[in-house]
């Protein structure tokens, strides 16, 4: 099943509720996609490039390596157990489009976004990375919520990706956002096997608010002891 809407380009945020009706059986929806919608992380895409930015690969993909995407960094902060690796990172023209590719020995690796400041309004996101998979071994998501005080919360991806066409997607679920957070921290934490990873995109696109409806009831013009004619609600 697949639905198309037209919408001008300057129209913004819209929200939309989808209804489905079952006659009989069990349903399963998944994979729902708002294509077009905007993602709060910054080149996400990894078409911006760092000005002046040599490339930081060595190997075959060095011709193809563009530089180091705008924004993108080595993070040391994700905590697991274990020996930093020795790698680099750049963006890789493909027949496709950009992507990055990251290069490294066996240990501990990861890369973060530029920050992002919340919204004001936004309570809920999910976090999405589409990656060449290469027998499980993807990265892993980890979105950090961060207050005046540091970390207040923090999600990591499910161990279990979905397929689209030819990439892996990682992602988190439904995040609520907590109600001191000013500030979003996105990293790519990679496998610590050796190996080349290669990343298409990453995104986080606003979730719609589950609003809650309240209903209030008058009887109008009649006192109480008498049949009642219309509602006000």
Do not use: C
Not at 139 to 166: F, K, N, T, Y
Request: aromatic letters at 6%.
């Amino acid at each position: 099943m697949a639905a198309d809407f037209a919408l001008p380009a300057d129209k913004g945020l819209v929200w939309f509720n989808i209804e489905l009706s079952v006659s009989d059986g069990p349903v399963l929806v998944d994979r729902l996609r708002v294509l077009g919608a905007d993602s709060m992380v910054a080149n996400g895409d990894f078409l911006e490039i760092d000005p002046g930015s040599a490339p930081t690969s060595a190997g075959a993909a060095t011709k193809r390596m563009a530089g180091v995407p705008r924004g993108w960094r080595r993070d040391y902060r994700v905590q697991s157990a274990g020996q930093r690796a020795v790698g680099s990172f750049g963006v890789e023209r493909t027949a496709t489009g950009s992507q990055l590719t990251v290069q490294k020995k066996a240990g501990l690796f990861a890369l973060s976004a530029e920050p992002i400041a919340v919204p004001d309004g936004v309570r809920e996101w999910v976090a999405r990375a589409y990656v060449e998979s290469a027998d499980g071994a993807e990265p892993r998501l980890v979105l950090r919520q961060l207050g005046r005080h540091g970390l207040l919360r923090e999600d990591r991806s499910a161990d279990q990706v979905w397929r689209q066409g030819e990439l892996a997607v990682v992602s988190t679920a439904r995040v609520t956002r907590h109600p001191q957070a000013e500030r979003l921290l996105l990293l790519l934490d990679f496998p610590e096997p050796a190996g080349t990873y290669r990343v298409r995109r990453v995104e986080i696109p606003l979730l719609a608010v589950r609003r809650d409806m309240e209903i209030l009831v008058d009887q109008v013009g009649y006192d109480s002891g008498v049949p009642l004619r219309f509602i006000v609600a």
